[in-house]
């Protein structure tokens, strides 16, 4: 059995297990800044979006952020590292209520609230971005990866920049 | 004016901390400045097509509402009950047949008239109005409304001169490069806070010499560079601006050793962020500042209004409104779509200047007594052939100083 069939007929439980520990795996890897492996839970033809909920809901197709391919995200990781100026930061990030939506021609698709806390040198944490994630995970290379995510912020406004990925 | 506010003997080479920070300059920049003489950017009529339709929005720090009537006309009216104030428009942008403030109801057609007060008459003979209270002295207040191919502006001011004078020729004929009277699309909406003066959001972007040293990912790129053909351009007040570059032919030189962040052998992964094709004539950005409240950004094929509101002498939002061509097909949306990507508070490019604006405001607050040196390119302000001055914030300047008398 390959793996994509291994996924297939996993139990709901354990499917929701493997979910939890990817999205654990995910957030870890952002908020300890390891953002070198970020594209690595993403497959080569993917979508990541930074939507505020103000386009989505009214169709208009501005994101915030846009990566269309797993390169995409690594040129945001060299923006990151390399040419962005500013200031220092930390970020955590939460997800709960996950939501798996089942199977469709292969494709996972899982829901999650999330909530981005941002702590900056002489402020308090602030709630820094909450909303859903919208996604859509295939497997790839023995494990689930992720084909799409959207991150749909609910706040009109972003407190001044969105430098990390959410 | 007190004595604290002495603009410093240089002139409009030195620009005195206090202006960012103090609360009485900021009062008088909202009653001189935003409800004075100026022609205010609201909206694009793109975001209103149908009668009915408005967009709640601000100018300085005041809100308004922009709709569109039964009649097709465009309506300004201040955002605030002629009853009691109540900011009665709640949503950012909808549909109405007429405004009603939910706390005692007074209702308001498209235009502003008031047209119902309940209990007007009273109830069971008790109360009501005054008999001689005229529903024509007590509607929404209207501002002075002017549109050019697509774009409307408004204007608290009674007395001002047609737009197209406001803006002056060199000014219009930009203008009228990107809004040529074309249908016009949204694209989508951006905001952010950023956490300094506004004016800050305008040197910066009058600022075509920090362009080449701040942005790396600009230099890296090859995007922008100290030594590309470029311009920069004012109307005859000094109060409107424009950084114009094209491409040439550009190579490591000596001058561009002094950009220390110059990285050889750089790319992107993707390119298709970098992939822009020739839209416009002659030049590949240009972007325009409009006072007191507008940029208009042609950085290659993205196109968006950046809206500048007031929050207080500490803090801005800019409101970001992308557009594209309603001929536009799926392709050039796309390449629009994807070069927004450099801008925004999440921007490749822009990202450098918000968090820049924070740091200058973190320096120039807790300093009024300081001063910013202003000379790169001379001590006064004209139009000039390259982009390493500082003249279109000089300019931006000595016409401030003009409007607020200090
Ligand atoms: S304040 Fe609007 S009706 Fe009273
Ligand atoms: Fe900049």
Same mark, same amino acid.
């Not at chain 2, 001189?32 to 004075?36: A, E, H, N, V, W």
């Not at chain 2, 956490?195 to 506004?198: D, H, Q, V």
């Given at each position: 059995m390959n793996t994509a069939e291994r996924y297939l007929t996993l139990n709901s439980r354990d499917l929701r297990l493997e979910l939890e520990e990817l999205y654990a795996a995910y957030t870890a890897c952002l908020d300890e800044e390891r953002f070198e492996e970020w594209p690595e839970f993403f497959v080569e033809q993917c979508l990541y979006k930074i939507v505020p909920r103000e386009n989505f809901e009214r169709g @208009?197709? @501005?994101?915030t952020w846009l990566c269309e391919s797993k390169g995409y995200l690594a040129d945001r990781v060299t923006a990151i590292r390399k040419t962005a100026v500013y200031a220092p930061r930390t970020m955590r990030r939460m997800v709960s209520g996950l939501r798996v939506l089942g199977w469709k021609e292969g494709v996972l698709e899982v829901r999650a609230n999330y909530v981005a806390l941002e702590t900056l040198q002489d402020e308090f944490t602030r709630v820094f971005n909450t909303g859903q994630y919208r996604d859509k995970l295939v497997a790839d290379g023995g494990r689930l990866k992720f084909k799409e995510k959207l991150c749909i912020f609910d706040s009109l406004l972003v407190p001044n920049s969105l430098i990390y990925p959410l | 004016m007190g004595a604290r506010h002495v603009w410093p003997q240089? &002139? !409009?080479s030195r620009i005195p901390y206090w202006i960012y920070s103090d609360p009485e300059i900021y009062a008088r920049e909202q009653e001189? !400045?935003?409800? &004075?003489p100026s022609w205010n950017y609201v909206a694009l009529e793109a975001e209103l097509p149908r009668s009915g339709d408005f967009k709640r929005t601000f100018i300085g720090e005041k809100p308004v509402v922009v709709v569109r009537d039964q009649q097709g006309s465009i309506n300004v009216v201040e955002n605030r009950c002629a009853h009691r104030g109540v900011q009665f428009c709640q949503r950012h942008l909808g549909n109405a047949v007429e405004f009603m403030c939910p706390?005692?109801?007074w209702t308001y057609d498209l235009k502003g008239n008031l047209i119902g007060v309940p209990f007007r008459r009273g109830v069971k003979k008790q109360g009501g109005m005054p008999a001689d209270f005229d529903p024509k002295n007590h509607g929404l207040r209207r501002l002075r409304v002017a549109c050019r191919h697509g774009v409307i502006f408004a204007s608290f001011a009674s007395e001002l001169e047609p737009l197209e004078e406001y803006f002056g020729p060199s000014m219009l004929a930009l203008f009228d490069r990107v809004f040529d009277g074309r249908e016009l699309r949204v694209l989508g909406y951006s905001r952010q806070l950023t956490?300094?003066?506004?004016k800050l959001m305008f040197e910066n972007i009058k600022d075509p010499y920090h362009a080449s040293l701040l942005h790396v990912f600009l230099l890296s790129f090859g995007l922008f560079r100290a030594d590309q053909p470029s311009k920069v351009q004012m109307d005859a007040t000094g109060r409107h601006g424009a950084l114009i570059s094209w491409r040439g032919d550009q190579k490591k030189t000596e001058d561009n050793a002094d950009m220390k962040s110059l990285i050889d052998n750089f790319k992107l992964q993707d390119a298709t962020l970098l992939e822009p094709v020739r839209e416009f004539p002659e030049y590949t950005v240009v972007m325009t500042t409009l006072w007191p409240n507008l940029i208009i950004q042609q950085q290659s094929n993205t196109l968006a209004m950046r809206q500048l509101i007031t929050r207080g002498p500490a803090a801005f939002e800019l409101a970001w409104t992308y557009f594209g061509y309603a001929a536009d097909d799926e392709d050039m949306t796309r390449r629009r779509l994807r070069q927004a990507n450099l801008m925004g508070p999440a921007g490749f490019v822009s990202i450098d200047d918000s968090e820049v604006m924070k740091f200058s405001q973190a320096g120039v607050g807790p300093y009024p007594e300081g001063a910013g040196v202003m000379e790169m390119g001379g001590r006064d302000w004209k139009d000039e052939q390259h982009m390493v001055t500082e003249s279109v914030i000089r300019a931006f300047y000595a016409y401030y100083r003009q409007v607020m008398q200090i």
């Open positions: @208009l197709p @501005l994101a | 240089e &002139g !409009i001189r !400045i935003f409800c &004075g706390y005692h109801q956490p300094a003066n506004w």
